[in-house]
Each structure stands twice: as C-alpha cells, then as structure tokens.
C-alpha cells in the first residue's frame, strides 16, 4: 500500500511538472512567434534600405558633375521660359 502511495505521489509530482512545462513552452512559442514577427519586419527594412542605397549609388555613378550643371543649365532655361509665359498671362 505504501509503494501505491509513494507512486501516486511521484505521479502528482510529474504531471505538476508536466503542467509548468506546458506553459513554459507555450510562452516561449508566444515569445519565438513575437521575435519571429520582428525579424520579419527588420529584413524588409533593411531590403528597403539596401534597395535605397543602390538607388543613391546608382544616381551618383550616372550622373557626372558635368551632366549635374547640364541638367541644372536645361531646369533654369526651362523656369525662365515658365517665367516669360506667366509674365505675359499676367499681362
């Protein structure tokens, strides 16, 4: 009688075991899924990221100082005659 006892005590004993391991393992899911979600978010960032500095270093590549005061040069030609246009509406 005494060892039915002494096993119903090793059995109560596992299964409080067996109850705290479950909820441990179910905040540590939560906890991989929470970490899961972030990283998910911070590789997307910084494909953002490394797409954009690509981009800049794209930009930079192709386009020389020279080209920079073309471009510049054609914008101001450009606004002067978007000037000369509206100054002769206003007329």
Known sequence: MQELQ????????????YTALQAENVRLKETVSK?????EGLNSKLSSLEENIGSAQIGK????????????KQIDNVIGEIDKILNTLND
């Not at 002494?6 to 075991?17: A, I, P």
């Not at 590549?61 to 510049?72: H, L, M, Q, Y």
């Open 61 to 72: 590549a192709v386009i020389s100082n020279e080209e920079k005061n073309g471009v510049r």
């Open 35 to 39: 970490q899961l979600k972030s990283i």
């Open 6 to 17: 002494l096993l119903n005590e090793k059995l109560d004993l596992l299964l409080k075991k």
